[in-house]
């Protein structure tokens, strides 16, 4: 794959046959995620608003997940900001690139649609690993204008919960 211009992806729904390129992507950055089987990304996939294969040129490049307000999603992180923005945000679950296709742009893409759709909510929320740290994650969400508003966790494993107001 080239560098030398942006690549543009295609955002479809997970597929059945999907499911293998999904897990072992996430099993590969298990360290940033949450361990994910089969039945859990069954679980992801009926709770979310978005669970989508980031396609580039009918290549599997990645995948995402956002769940919107009301879900029965079990995560703290996800508990933890709809307590405080009730019907008012989407929360990104996850956004995982292959490492073939990083640097291309793909995630700036995937964010304005993401983003595009959390605007009638208000905001787009999420996490990013603060201890230990994940520099590039911070700076990136930074760059895009993220804040963070709480954290959660206990020393050693913290996450900088962090938002983005948007508006329709």
Known sequence: MSTSSPATPLLRPIADDDVPEVL???EANVELLAPM???RLAELQAWAIRADVIDVGGAFAGFVITMGPGSDYDS???RWFAQRYGSEFHYLDRIVLDDAFRRLGLASAVY???EADAAA???LTLEVNAEPPNPASLAFHAGRGYAEVGRLGSPGKTVALM???LTP
Request: no cysteine; glycine share 6%; charged share 30%.
């Open 24 to 26: 072992a992507l996430n």
């Open 37 to 39: 089987d089969a039945a």
């Open 112 to 114: 304005e649609a993401v």
């Open 163 to 165: 938002a983005k107001r």
């Open 76 to 78: 703290p992180n996800y």
């Open 121 to 123: 909510a208000g905001r």
